[in-house]
């Protein structure tokens, strides 16, 4: 099952979402995460940590999924 995370804004950048989603506590956490490879985004692995994500994308990280949700969208 998909964990839809709702946004306020047009985006969010992919470290601030692991935060918002409660994956990390801290930056430096997400920042691990990613660098490390863990982080899925629309089924590629993403190390850019200010990859922008929009309405739908969808993020896996330790074999859970999510989607951004916006209230545009």
């Known amino acids: 099952m ?4 709702k946004i306020n804004t047009e985006f969010i950048k992919l470290d601030s979402f692991l935060k918002l989603a409660g994956i ?3 930056g ?14 629309n089924n590629e692995i993403c190390e850019q940590r200010g990859k922008k994500l929009y309405h739908q994308d ?4 330790d074999d859970i999924e999510y989607e951004v949700i ?3 969208g």
């Open 2 to 5: 998909i964990q839809q995370i």
């Open 24 to 26: 990390t506590e801290t």
């Open 28 to 41: 430096g956490q997400a920042k691990q995460k990613i660098l490390s490879q863990q982080v899925k985004v």
């Open 58 to 61: 969808k993020i896996e990280v």
């Open 70 to 72: 916006t209230h545009a």
